[in-house]
């Protein structure tokens, strides 16, 4: 089931939520997520394999634009069921062209008003009728990921709507990526948080380096950060090296609650001039 919407709207912050568990990194930015990302969801008498995806990109600029809308159309055609997840305000231009996506692959619908802590009650329903009118949904369920409020029915909404089929993973996979991958993410989620303007557009993040010690040795993981130019090098690592010993440190504990294990953190900076317009490059990264 993949999960689709405008960026920004809470996609990644509600399969977290429905999994108990953070695997999709999120930040206050649109187009934090940059891959499709699978989260298992094992409900009592249903598996759901839940996709995260970025958010709709109307035009791309460059290679990694493109990629990433080629990661949420990829998504979308290869899912048996879909969560259209939106702001609780009444579609606009995005949420239509995602919902004529949508009706073309034509398998069943869900939609996700997410945010409702932000709302009053009384305003949910008439953006729930003007969607309704978009698209046979087959629900409309508000959540509050954050308040976790709404998520007992939305996984029971998945669960009723997937088609029936084998589980296809064993119970005790969380998803498809590796762990590599994820700290990966991790690190650039500081990176979404802390640094202004096109600086997080700029970088990319590859765990280099991934060395699993014993006990309570902790694990050694060396990652690059590209960016793309001299100047946002030097932005990125402040200074004395303040700023970017600052993602370390916050990125370090997450980590840690990722593998389990205790870790050291290395980064490096490098800089790739116009990596996102590179092919080759976005493929390794993604
Ligand atoms: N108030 C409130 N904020 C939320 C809720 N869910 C997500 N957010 C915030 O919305 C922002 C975006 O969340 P993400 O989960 O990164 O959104 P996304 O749709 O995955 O965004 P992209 O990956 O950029 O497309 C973050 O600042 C979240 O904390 C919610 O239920 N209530
Ligand atoms: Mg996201």
Redesign the pocket.
Known sequence: MAIV?????????????LLGQKL???????????HRLLGVLNGSDFQAALI?????LRKGRDQLDAAMARQLSGALGDAHAVVL?AEPRYPGDVERALIDQIASVDVPALLVL?????IAKQKLLPVMARYAETHPFAEIVP?????R?GLIPLAEAIGAHLPEQDALFPPEMLTDRTTRFLVGELVREKIFEHYAHEVPYDTAVEVVTFEEREREAPDYIRAVVYVDTPSQKRLLIGKGGGALKEVGVLARPEIEALTGRPAFLELWVKVNTRWRRKAGFIQRTL
Request: cysteine-free.
């Open positions: 919407g405008r960026a920004n709207v809470g996609k990644s912050t509600l399969l977290n939520a999709s990194i999120v930040s206050a930015k649109p187009h934090t997520t940059r995260d995806t970025p958010g709709f997840a997410t945010k409702t802590d932000t959540v509050s990921a954050l308040e409020d």
